[in-house]
């Protein structure tokens, strides 16, 4: 079986910067992309931004783009994702999201937790 976990999340201030992890465990046998997706309360999932696993290549949400970066760590498969200029409206529980298959071949595609991010003065 595989498993993410995430962790984080914090109360920062508007301005402030912010770094979310999240680790996949289990026997993986390789990763195509992880993805990090947000929720605020009484509004929908929201995508944030994604990284293919190989070449490193990304995608970014608009409200997102110049602010934040998605990275990975190969050697710990591991995703992160680097806030910067930090905003109000920033403010939601962020999930990670894989796409992935352990050494037997089977496909996944496994959810974090969730980690609280909360930017208010």
């Known amino acids: 079986q595989v498993q993410l976990v995430e962790s984080g999340g914090d109360l920062v201030q508007p301005g402030g910067s912010l770094r979310l992890s999240c680790a996949a465990s289990g026997l993986i046998g390789s990763i195509s992309t992880m993805r990090w997706v947000r929720q605020a309360p009484g509004k929908e999932r929201e995508f944030v931004a994604r990284?293919?696993?190989?070449?490193?290549?990304?995608n970014y949400a608009d409200s997102v783009k110049g602010r934040f970066t998605i990275s990975r760590d190969t050697a710990k498969n591991t995703v992160y994702l680097q806030m910067n200029s930090l905003k109000p409206e920033d403010t939601a529980v962020y999930y990670c999201?894989?796409?992935?298959?352990?050494?037997?071949?089977?496909?996944?595609?496994?959810w974090g937790q969730g980690t609280q991010v909360t930017v208010s003065s």
């Open positions: 990284i293919t696993w190989t070449s490193g290549s990304t």
């Open positions: 999201n894989a796409e992935l298959r352990d050494v037997h071949r089977k496909l996944y595609n496994p």
